[in-house]
């Protein structure tokens, strides 16, 4: 592979509101999503029968009347179904042995001739369990696993000084617990695929047409395990229902289409999780519990500061959310300790969840910075220009264009901060009292490496850009299509980009707001090779296929981006309900690239939090092991009615130690921080602290 | 796939002959409820018979004991009863309700009928993997001791601590409605009051009705208290939640004396809850803030809650002073 280091790029179609390129297909309906893809065979249906115990075996699987059943093809279950050359990966090695690791685990696949009748066949399937003891309460005191990292391969713990002293000697301590619950990403479009199995030829012997977020990444984890080389594994993705982490990684769900793909003599199998399953099987966000210590002088300048983080992973496949992660970089404090202590439960496979650590962090640290700045007597915005680093407290690096004071201060500004009451519930119209409150955001500049782009020059001075990238709703092909249209120094729509296909150029997942600027990166250095070698004037049909070198300079910087969120909560004085009739969020995110879509993914974020802050919570009944709340009449989300004011805004910049772009991450930041702004504003507004979301009305009620 | 019969009913008569006849059969009207409780295996009938094409969908004035009443039939959609001109002026309380319920799409397909015959959405009823004395009479009661925020405060059985979701069946209770039922034996009114039941050992008993009968339509009284009247539902998000708690309320005032009062509660019972404490002690006072807390509270005696639906008995409370109040202050629209 050739690395090409990339150059700054100047923006012409960068920064301009192209409208998305597939968005008429998208609103017209024509827009093929995973198991709407014609199939080269009418496929068979594929139905999940799920455990009914959380931990145990099958001791028995009748599988007669279900098999008996008209249009039932075959049922796959652990004594019959093909064997996996690996099954390091408890959440992927489905229906490998008799063993149950929780409630709703895939036990069984029924193969069936329609949908319907798949699932009838999956309701016929008589399973009996030999049930054990189960753990699947998330508590601090069993909490007491110390994973060796946290999400992605970041230190457990971090110990600066000597807090418990600075503790001591601090004028003002503020020490409390904050809890977020579980929740579930639920995107648009159900996780779903149509997996073929051929290996008559030569090629891809697995082909899957696919919702997800990263088609290398579902080869990369499938293959090994099926004893397939990559290059036999074929994933597609060209149109996706929005992911939020979800589709970040596969779920067993995709593991069972192969599977079953595998038994069928080449007949395509179509999947669709339900929104029951969901819950289930495709990842969530781990229940926290922050223990919080802040420590400060009475003017409010930080001394301590002290997170420890009680979450949960699945006893059958870790994940360790990084939640105090931005503990670390957030403000100067000498003293430092932050911590990651895990429940190790019978429970499904937590996973990423849009802002992964950040989201449930910041919402401890955000909302204890406010009890900080009460106590002390001190403007919240005050209180952060207090103690803004100089440089960034985990690293020792400059920050390279740290502008989170330019953002409390935009915000402020035009969201009318000046004038608001320092004091608690001291507003009123009529029934509903009014508050507001702020909170900072911040999220990490990440690219990541393994991505390749390939460039070919086509008649009439047409480009063919492609990668392996994907559009989860995004604005992906937009986006690098402006990206592309600018490297090469052409118009948009003389590129025709290529995506959402594991046969092109390797590319990394669209998370960790890292897929613009990683895939932007190799368009760039392909683009731009492409020119030192053909020149502007290709023939047509030479190609050039590099991908980014790693810059040295980035690397002697804090890279990360930050940014402000102001609320107004108005709590219902009789019933205890919560509105929020205005929410604003000022970004520092180097340049965007594309105002309309980006302000999308702000806007998508910010109602993110919005709603986590007033609604959403997986209760999982600890007594069963499984999430009750398992469909979106009880799992609340916000509807348009909640969200009636929302506004985002960006400061004018580039940065391009971050990317040959100039631009950083977006898809993330909004949901950071937002919450905590919407729990500040209620107790602004009622003088009741609430440290644990989401901030119902009940909590609000004597 | 499971195979069952569909049969769209001739008129009402056939419909409750068909469905009489056959123990494993039911009645599709809107089908917002049933059909979702098919698709989750949670009911599995043997014989659907769709009574959404029967003429059950006119809305007609009757003659009644001091004024005039509407007989609304048993397939009026939700949205066309809500937007109905006689209701908005003489029973705002219903239209109140049923606007306040649902989504749009829901409130467009869904019937009057069917409506007051939707099922809890606790969410062990609505699981079939775990133990429910509703859906499977004698395997035990999940919401004891598991997800119980939405549990009933009042009425509560060991065997059922769900509450009924109908926001619509609330205003009729506070309003004195009665439905018309055809059955085998002929056509019967039962009073709102009567219609629901509270779960005792029978949990898997919604109402009175016997299987086969079929509500033809629902009948509205009018009344002064009918006329001031409203619906006031507390939720967890703005629109498309059920009710945390709901009021329905009718007032009716000789000067700032309660002359006649009508309250009924959603949210806290396995059935819509006449307050009728709260109304005989409100009757004859002057209608002040603290005149209905004090109401509220002698309504809630015998209370029962645990940690996570505690908030219920502050929140009825406080809930039904706002109605009445904005009732008495001539304000009716939040």
Redesign the interface.
Known sequence: MTEQAAAPLQPRSMGTSTIRLDGRLKVSGAAPYAVEHPADAPPLHAWLVQS?VARGRVSALDAQQALAHP?VVSVLDHTNAPRLEDTSNGELAILQDARVGFRGQIVAVVLAE?L??A??GA?LVRVTYQAEEHAAELRVDNATYRPDSVNPDMDTDTDEGDVEAALAGADVVVDETYRTPYEHNSPMEPHALVATWDDAGEGTVLDLVDSTQGVHGVVSALAPMLGLEPGQVRVRAPHVGGGFGSKGEPHSHEMAAALAARTTGGRPVSLAVTR?QMFALTGYRTATISRFRLGARSDGTLLAIDHQVFEQTSAIREYAEQTASPTRMMYAAPDRRTSHRLAVLDVAVPSWMRAPGEMPGMFAHETAMDELAVACGVDPIVLRELNEPATDPETGKPFNNRRLLDCLHRGAQRFGWSGRPAGARASADG?WWVGTGVASATYPMMVQPGNSARVRSLDGGRYSVAIGAVDIGTGAWTVLTQIAADALDVDPAAIELEIGDSSLPAATVAGGSSGTSSWGGAIVAASQLFRNDHGDSPDPGVETTASAAEDPVAEEYALHSFGAVFAEARV?R????V?VPRLLGVYSVGRVINPLTARSQFLGGLTMGLSAA??EES?R?A??GHI????L??Y?V?????VTGVEAEWLDEEDYVATPMGSRGIGEIGIVGTSAAVANATYHATGLRVREL?L???RF?? | MRELEYVRADDAASAVALVSGEPEARFLAGGTNLVDHLKLGITAPRLLVDVSRLPLDAVEEYDAPGGTGLRIGANVRNSDLAAHPAVRASWPAVSRALLAGASGQIRHQATTAGNLLQRTRCVYFQDATTPCNKREPGTGCSAVGGYARYNAVLGASPDCVTVHPSDLAVALTALDAQVVVLGVSGERRIPMTGLHRLPGDRPDLDTVLEHGDLITAVELPPSAAARRSTYQKARDRASYAFALVSVAAGLELDGDVVRDVRIAWGGVAHRPWRATRAEDALRGQQLTEEAVLAAAELELEGATTTDQNAYKVPMIRNTTALACTRLAAGEVSR
């Open positions: 009914t249009g329609t319907e009748t699932r009838e309701a029951q029934e219902h009789y019933t205890g309900e509105r007033l609604f209760y009944d007594r069963f009750v709340t398992q469909d009449a009880t609340h916000a509807t348009h009615a909640d989401p119902t009305a009940d009620l004597p």
